[in-house]
């Protein structure tokens, strides 16, 4: 296979050259070009970009550039490789190997190199198309910057390419790097002999439609915790039975949608309906987070928080998050703004005016109440509440054994009335 990116940041794409891709380079499995597109810029500027038609922020990659970069790339012309293999028509081709073929959508020439652009408005990219694009011959990567490239450049390219919008994934990313460097690697170990002896990648996950279950080492017995007893029993059925059942609770709590399109047998769906039945018998909430079964005990964190209110939606929106990943689970978040002005003494806004050198302006005082599960100290489970508020945020609070419902009423041990509804 022959891997060309073309980009305004080639040092982007080193790691190719690395651990797998750098083996299958090696082998001759692979050759790699990256492309400056400055190279196709004309002029002492080498500007590549240019301000939107129709107005709006930021700036678009320009045709000019893009398309002549994109026809010698198509051609084999120009090219700084990453390193020299034997060039890749000799190679024995996968499809021949392993009776995949380059896809072609109705209209399209196979023999064309596929033109992979990642844009956060592509078609999701999936295994499906990992497996396919493997049996590649000439994969291009066209990496753009700013906020894109000039769409003509996609359209016209569909004459010498077979092209590719694709997106990895459901954030925003700064360019298309990235992304080619994530479709890359997962392209490039589907092709034969570029894993090792791995079993098959019929074991993947995603390849039976489930994700996989937990794996242990040695020791058996790490930070006082066990690796499950069924793994040293011998017995083959059993194990595998575990491993097919931890792999179909993971799925059913942190990919529920994976299981519609699942093979599933009468005994898996046996054990799945056991896990629903369980859930509802349970407290709402209980042992069915996503990072995993939840253990500890019910505590809460209040504080007293300086800050302006407009900020704090994106902060109660991203703390379960951050505690469920500093290991408090299910936590629920509230606040009230509260007025200070009836309490002139307030610590916070004392301690602000001293540092600050005058009164709160845009700030609010607020009663922040956080609930969850937890094993963690109370002392670690307020610096978790902590480590989730804005850098510099003037706060003031402690942890505590048990729940609480702020909604039930406990405002009465507030200094202040409550303000706010919630
Ligand atoms: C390629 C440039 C930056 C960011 C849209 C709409 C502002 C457009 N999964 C993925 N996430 N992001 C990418 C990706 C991002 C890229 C490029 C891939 C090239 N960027 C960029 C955001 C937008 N946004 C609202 N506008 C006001 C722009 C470009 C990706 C993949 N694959």
Not at 134 to 151: N, P
Not at 283 to 298: E, F, L, M, N, Q
Not at 309 to 318: C, D, L, M, N, S
Request: net charge negative; hydrophobic share 40%; glycine share 10%.
């Amino acid at each position: 296979m022959r891997l060309d990116v073309i980009t305004i940041f080639p040092e982007y794409l080193d790691p190719l050259r690395h651990a797998l891709l750098g083996k299958a380079i090696e082998q001759g499995r692979l050759t790699v070009g990256v492309h400056d597109l400055r190279d196709w810029a004309p002029g002492v500027h080498q500007s590549v970009d240019d301000s939107p038609y129709g107005g709006g922020p930021g700036m678009v990659m320009k045709p000019e550039v893009w398309g002549p970069a994109l026809d010698d790339v198509a051609a084999g012309r120009s090219g700084h490789e990453l390193a020299s293999a034997e060039p890749h028509r000799d190679a024995a081709r996968h499809d021949e190997l392993n009776g995949v073929a380059p896809q072609a959508y109705p209209g399209e020439d196979a023999d064309l190199p596929l033109l992979i652009v990642p844009t956060p408005a592509g078609r999701p990219f999936t295994q499906s198309d990992a497996r396919a694009w493997s049996a590649e011959d000439h994969i291009v990567f066209a990496c753009g910057r700013y906020e894109g490239i000039d769409q003509r450049v996609i359209d016209d390219a569909a004459g010498r390419y077979r092209v590719r919008e694709v997106s990895i994934g459901d954030y925003v990313l700064i360019g298309g790097e990235v992304a080619a460097l994530v479709i890359a690697e997962a392209v490039v170990r589907l092709i034969p002999g570029v894993l090792g002896n791995r079993r098959s990648h019929e074991e993947d996950s995603f390849s039976d439609g489930l994700l996989e279950g937990p794996c242990y080492t040695k020791p058996r017995s790490w930070r006082g915790l066990d690796v499950p007893e069924v793994l040293f029993s011998g017995d083959h059925a059993r194990v595998d039975r575990w491993h097919r059942e931890r792999s179909l609770e993971r799925t059913w709590r942190r990919r529920p949608e994976l299981l519609d399109a699942a093979e599933l047998t009468a005994a898996d769906r046996d054990f799945l309906a056991g896990l629903a039945e369980a859930a509802e018998a349970e407290p709402a909430g209980a042992g069915d987070d996503a990072a995993g079964a939840v253990t500890g005990r019910a505590v809460h964190c209040d504080l007293q928080l300086l800050i302006p209110p407009v900020e704090w939606p994106a902060i109660a929106e991203a703390m379960p998050g951050t505690l469920a990943a500093a290991r408090v689970a299910g936590a629920q978040v509230w606040a009230a703004e509260t007025d200070f002005t009836c309490e002139p003494d307030n610590m916070l806004v004392t301690e602000y005016a001293q540092r600050e050198g005058h009164p709160p302006i845009a700030e609010v005082l607020h009663r922040v109440t956080v609930t969850g599960t937890t094993e963690l100290e109370l002392r670690e489970v307020t610096k978790a509440v902590v480590a989730a508020l804005p850098k510099g945020a003037y706060w003031y609070g402690s942890s505590y054994e048990g729940g609480v419902d702020p909604e039930a009423g406990d405002a009465g041990s507030a200094a202040c009335a409550w303000q706010g509804d919630d």
